[in-house]
């Protein structure tokens, strides 16, 4: 069955850094496109990067251009996001999506930006 399984979050000072990442299973990883979407307490989710099958195609929201990447390994079947520069802003529970006849996701990772 398709899987996706988050890691990488944690407690980290304002304009530190992070890289999450997603392993997938299940699925033809190269095949399909990749999003990360965060989610903070008493706010939607939202998307905060896709990336396209071969990760020619990369897109961002506007609250983390510049700061965040997203990245893809087809022959590890995992995505990544490096985040840089965070700030408090940016604390949410951040999940791996992914769209194979109908949305799946991961049990989502913590990611606290706090001094």
């Known amino acids: 069955q398709l899987q996706l399984v988050e890691s990488g979050g944690g407690l980290v000072q304002p304009g530190g850094s992070l890289r999450l990442s997603c392993a997938a299973s299940?699925?033809?990883?190269?095949?399909?496109?990749m999003s990360w979407y965060r989610q903070a307490p008493g706010k939607e989710r939202e998307l905060v990067a896709t990336?396209?099958?071969?990760?020619?195609?990369?897109n961002y929201a506007d609250s983390v251009k510049g700061r965040f990447t997203i990245s893809r390994d087809n022959a590890k079947n995992t995505v990544y996001l490096q985040m840089n520069s965070l700030n408090p802003e940016d604390t949410a529970m951040y999940y791996c999506?992914?769209?194979?006849?109908?949305?799946?996701w991961g049990q989502g990772t913590q990611v606290t930006v706090s001094s």
């Open positions: 299940g699925f033809t990883f190269s095949r399909y496109r």
């Open positions: 999506n992914t769209v194979v006849t109908t949305d799946y």
């Open positions: 990336i396209g099958s071969t990760g020619g195609y990369r």
